[in-house]
């Protein structure tokens, strides 16, 4: 028997007949090849390429990491959060889906969708809010709940909007103008908090009358399509009569104006030549009214049919007219 197989006592261990050697000395070993081992699983870590890692040192800020692979102090005493920069993120209002994966209620869908408008109306307004993170650093450190805070002030801030227009307007003409103001509002809120979020577009989906009012909703409706059909019939009415009527009096003035016209004028000419003759008169009587005898019988001869000439000196003119019974009587 050689010296190797000797054993020293205190190496075995007896357990009834059983001998087996004793293991205790190899636990420290066990250990520290435990910790050696999480400590390089700690050591390395990688950064996604959409991604932007942010190192806290005993939980306070230490930097920022970029994509890619990279080493840190292990046990705890570094952390990075990787956090997405380029992906667009989503938020859904007014919606059961949204609701089952963020984990909210169906009690509080109804009370995120209904809103009072400006005419104390009650509408079901489902939205979107879509959202890029531009500050990893205030989104891990200014704020809690990111996402909680971008869907408190969206509700906010759509719930004013809602309430600044009429039912009418929120339904139809003024929809992007409430996107446009809800994501200008929305983001100086957001950067008010330090929130480092970056709001993309904010856009109405579906808004609605809740369902209780929606029968009476869709008669008032009808009703005012109808009302603005009569309007819109009349409007017809009147650009086809009014302008036809305008043009017709415009006429009859302007005919108006140019029969006054020349009736002045002529009253004008008329006085003007009886002055003229009136003052030739004067001068020469004798010769003017030879000359008014003149002109009236040039006037006045073209127009007789039947003209006869007379002596002065003729007594009886009777015989000269041929008067008998088929041009003078019975």
Do not use: C
């Amino acid at each position: 028997m050689s010296w190797r197989d000797v054993r020293r006592p205190e190496d075995i261990i007896d357990i009834g007949k059983e001998k087996i050697p004793n293991v205790g000395k190899w636990v420290p070993l066990a250990v520290l090849g435990f910790f050696v081992l999480l400590g390089l699983k700690g050591l390395i870590y990688s950064i996604g390429p959409d991604e932007v890692g942010v190192i806290q040192r005993f939980g306070k800020y230490a930097g920022l990491s970029s994509p890619g692979l990279h080493t840190k102090i292990p046990f705890g005493i570094d952390k990075v959060t990787p956090i997405k920069t380029e992906k667009i993120f989503k938020e859904e209002f007014g919606s059961s889906s949204a609701r089952t994966v963020s984990g909210y209620s169906s009690g509080h869908y109804s009370e995120e969708s209904l809103m009072l408008t400006g005419d104390l109306n009650i509408l079901d307004v489902r939205w979107i809010v879509q959202f890029k993170v531009k500050d990893p650093v205030n989104l891990i450190f200014a704020v809690r709940n990111p996402r909680d805070n971008i869907r408190d002030v969206s509700e906010v801030v759509m719930r004013r909007l809602v309430g600044d227009y009429s039912v009418d307007e929120v339904l139809t003409t003024e929809r992007e103008e409430i996107d446009h103001l809800a994501q200008q509002e929305m983001q100086e809120i957001l950067d008010a908090y330090q929130t480092g979020v970056h709001i993309i577009t904010v856009k109405l989906l579906d808004v609605n009358p809740p369902e209780k009012v929606k029968p009476a909703f869709n008669e008032v409706n009808e009703a005012k399509q109808e009302k603005e059909k009569m309007i819109n019939q009349a409007w017809e009415t009147y650009n086809k009569v009014i302008p036809k009527a305008r043009g017709e009096a415009e006429k009859t003035i302007r005919e108006a104006e140019g029969y006054g016209l020349d009736k002045v004028n002529r009253a004008n000419g008329e006085a003007e030549r009886f002055l003229v003759t009136f003052n030739a008169y004067k001068k020469s009587p004798e010769i003017t009214q030879k000359r008014m005898y003149l002109e009236t019988l040039m006037e006045t001869l073209p127009k007789v049919k039947e003209k006869y000439i007379v002596d002065p000196r003729q007594s009886a003119i009777l015989p000269l007219l041929n008067i008998d019974g088929k041009k003078g009587g019975k």
